[in-house]
């Protein structure tokens, strides 16, 4: 709390500053009024010879018209507002620009600005409704819609923003988990602003949106969500390796159909396993002679002798003719 409200005076008085700068022109000429009487008055006596009370009188007045003129005169850039009393009841809001008012009968107790404004705050051990504790650091865009109700109806309206978002974000957590806390931070922010919309309605003050920036939880229970996250993904990748089992065991039942009444075509198989596995490899391949006899290679090799003498003996034959 100490270093929001630090942080918004700190800003209040950077904006004195800027509107000290933006008043220059009527601060100038004020000076240069009262320049201009004194140096009236001393003509008056050293040239003209008038009695020196004249010459003082003269001073006098135009020091008296320049006071009146800086107290009447006021300058404001765009975006500020003055709240105007007479007799200290309310009489109207001025500004931008330049405007004048009846010194001494009109003050303008405070200059508003309308644009919108960022307030950062947190809430510290704050627990969840399931008994965790975290710490939040969110900020609030809000801005004054009507200088009147901000300036007549609460005494400082940002320390009144930020004394109630601060409760109000504090009510929200205690009754939401930290999983919906960690998943729903867009539905918390909209939540919050709806709340403060309802406080600060009166005040003149709309919230435009809340965000939450950063949510901080204990050491020992980040280890523990991270152990049941690596939990969670291994479960996950088990299942997806045991579906791929099944699906690859589905897919080896229908092609063994296939070879069921093919025994020719399993065998082929069967030797273009061993061929890729040697291939794949690059390195001998010790197999079972079991596995040799099952394949039947010996009665596949002599077919294949077969074919080749007959294919020897046509070739002369097909010379001769």
Known sequence: MYDVMSQLNKEHAARQVQRMKVKMPVTLVTILIIAVSIGLGVYCIERLHYPVTRGVIAAVAGVIIAVLWSLSANLLTEWDRAVVLRMGHFHSIKGPGFFMILPIIDSVVRIVDMRVRTTTFFTEETLTCDTVPVDIDAVAFWHVWDAQKALLEVESYYQAITLAVQPALRDIVGVHSLAEILAEREKMGHTLQKVLEGKTEGWGISVTSVEIRDIKIPEN?????????QAERERQAR?????????????????????????VALQLRAMNIVYEGIRAGG???LVPGTVLDTMNLGGIAALGQVKQMVADQSQPAAKSV
Do not use: H, R, V, W
Not at 221 to 229: H, P
Not at 246 to 259: H, L, N, R, S
């Open 221 to 229: 229970l980040k280890d523990a969500l991270s152990k049941q996250a």
């Open 283 to 285: 390195s001998l391949m």
């Open 239 to 263: 299942t997806i390796l045991g579906n791929a089992e099944m699906e690859i065991a589905q897919k080896f039942a229908e092609a063994a159909k296939g070879y069921l009444d093919n025994p």
